[in-house]
């Protein structure tokens, strides 16, 4: 399956949410703008998209918002970090290899500090939802993350 493909089908099992996907049988490649619709999603409302995907009853949701929540404010500066190096590495004329370690070590450090935080707000969601729901929003959050890097690879062309 190429990358656009795979893209489209990544996008079209989080907006049609996870229920029973492992149970379903291989389907075609969804449409084009079905990932587009899911990037408009996570834009203007990724709280909602995660919580028409979650299904949690009242007691469970409202364990959940608050780690949530935390750890959205958490990612945040990991995020702008990742963006600013990426930035730094879109708008320079010349790469030089002094700058390409620099922008290489921004990048590779703001990753591993997002797998920590990953890792450490599992555990708190796995402690306030039963496993198959806590491993549902890490699916969610692994999916608009996914997408979020293809659409970066397809843009930014390789270094010179």
């Not at 075609?28 to 998209?49: F, I, M």
């Amino acid at each position: 399956m190429n990358r656009s493909c795979a893209a489209a089908a990544l996008a079209l099992a989080c907006a049609l949410g996870t229920a029973g996907a492992a149970d379903a049988p291989p389907q075609a490649a969804a449409p084009a703008n079905t990932a587009e619709s899911l990037r408009q999603a996570v834009q203007t409302d990724k709280r909602g998209l995660v919580e028409r995907n979650m299904d949690l009853s009242a007691e469970e949701a409202k364990k959940f918002w608050p780690v949530y929540d935390a750890y959205q404010k958490k990612l945040e500066p990991i995020q702008r970090r990742q963006n600013r190096a990426i930035m730094d590495y879109v708008n320079v004329d010349t790469m030089t290899d002094a700058n390409a370690r620099r922008i290489a070590k921004e990048i590779l450090a703001a990753d591993v500090d997002e797998m920590k935080l990953r890792e450490s707000e599992f555990k708190k969601v796995l402690a306030v939802l039963p496993a198959r729901k806590a491993v549902r929003y890490l699916q969610i959050e692994n999916k608009i993350d996914t997408l979020n890097r293809y659409d970066l690879a397809e843009r930014i062309p390789l270094v010179r």
